[in-house]
């Protein structure tokens, strides 16, 4: 019911707005349409996307398959509005997720209902270079996660960002940027959110999660924002590099992959620990060529979750590092070939899990760069201690 009254005011507010509207629609992928006020007060652009994907996997031994599986889902479906309100440097964006994967995870820490928010952010460029954020959103933590979905080399992101993201929270963050010389320039990052991830309603358990991130791009900045979107579609004249490094706390962390996961759960209520997390990524563009390394390491006080008397509840701290490199070729303006190594090692003393390797070739076709692209890749995973597995994934994305 609550999706069809969301639905239908959309809709309303398009055709609404739409009526309104004197001007030309954009250019395909620059969003539905703009609107701006007569007295130049606001802005307001609507866009939407779509993913739609299919996957065929099978497990494997030295004998060869078996166990074939097969699913096809809509994989995202979005729509997005942002824009400027009262002055150019008050910008927001909120992004809502329609498809199941999108709006999954409710809790009674979310009442129960789908988490149909994604982005719901203020950003007010109140000094200089100073820009501070209110609102849900990612935070600043891995490259790969912080790129956009609908901007990725591949059909979706990595085993490592799956494993150890910190992805959005409820907070706020303050943003600023300087230059060392005429092109170096350096980036820093810090927030403080509530430490258990989106659409959280009910308060807060534990404590904070405070992230710090700093990055160098030693080049200068890279061609439209191509330091977070994957392949180098822009085919970057001169060499561009970006570095970026993180560290993230989660002070009395509730849950076991710092503020994603499953909570911790105890007989007074919630197992608490400290939970660190650092990443270190970096991304490099020239003439058609991009390579992306990520390294990620989490740490907690005490992984083993307990109750009041010492025992423990069988709840633990994902505790361990992953790694994964990334590269890409465009052997054409509109077809690349990808390659990607990722490596996850889990503390197996701790958590019982072996290592995890993942092989994955990708080739992608941009009809319209990332805005309408197909893309297809073929992934191998070698886990120690269970079987293998064998993926073949076909995906449609479309952004308007």
Not at 259 to 287: C, L, P
Not at 369 to 375: A, D, F, T, W
């Amino acid at each position: 019911m609550k999706l069809k009254l969301i639905l239908t005011s959309v809709s309303m507010f398009l055709v609404l707005s739409l009526h309104a509207q004197e001007t030309n629609a954009p250019k395909f992928g620059k969003g539905l349409f703009n609107l701006v006020g007569k007295d130049s007060t606001f802005s307001m652009k609507i866009g939407a996307r779509m993913q739609f994907l299919t996957i065929s996997q099978w497990n494997s031994n030295k004998d060869g398959l078996y166990n074939p599986e097969a699913s096809s889902l809509v994989r995202r479906a979005r729509l997005k509005f942002d824009g400027f309100a009262y002055t150019p440097k008050l910008k927001y964006k909120l992004e809502l997720g329609l498809s199941n994967r999108d709006i999954s995870g409710a809790s009674e820490f979310t009442h129960n209902s789908p988490r149909y928010i994604l982005d719901a952010v203020l950003k007010w460029n109140f000094h200089g270079n100073f820009v501070l954020w209110l609102g849900q959103t990612k935070l600043p933590g891995n490259r790969e996660r912080v790129i956009s979905s609908g901007n990725l080399q591949q059909v979706d992101r990595s085993l490592v960002n799956s494993r150890f993201n910190i992805d959005r929270d409820m907070g706020v963050q303050l943003r600023h940027h300087f230059k060392l010389s005429d092109k170096f320039i350096v980036k820093e990052m810090f927030a403080i959110s509530q430490g258990e991830g989106r659409n959280v309603t009910t308060g807060n358990l534990g404590g904070h999660q405070y992230t710090s991130r700093i990055e160098f791009l030693p080049f200068g900045n890279f061609a439209s924002k191509g330091d977070y979107s994957g392949s180098d579609l822009k085919f970057e004249e001169d060499a561009k590099l970006a570095i970026g490094i993180t560290y993230d706390l989660n002070n009395n962390a509730v849950k076991n992959r710092s503020n994603q996961g499953s909570y911790m759960r105890n007989d007074v209520g919630f197992y608490e620990t400290n939970i660190s997390t650092w990443f270190i990524d970096a991304m490099y563009k020239h003439k058609g060529f991009s390579l992306m390394a990520e390294y990620a390491s989490r740490d907690a006080k005490d992984p083993f979750a307990k109750n009041s008397d010492g025992s423990l509840t069988g709840d633990i701290v994902q505790v361990g590092n992953g790694l994964n490199l990334q590269t890409g070729y465009l052997v054409s303006k509109t077809v690349e070939l990808s390659g990607r190594y990722t490596s996850i090692q889990l503390d197996e003393n701790i958590t019982g899990k072996g290592s995890e390797k993942q092989y994955t070739l990708g080739l992608s076709k941009y009809i319209l760069g990332h805005k309408l692209k197909i893309q297809s890749d073929v992934s191998y995973l070698d886990v120690v201690g269970k079987a293998n597995n064998l993926m073949v994934r076909f995906q449609v994305d479309i952004h308007f």
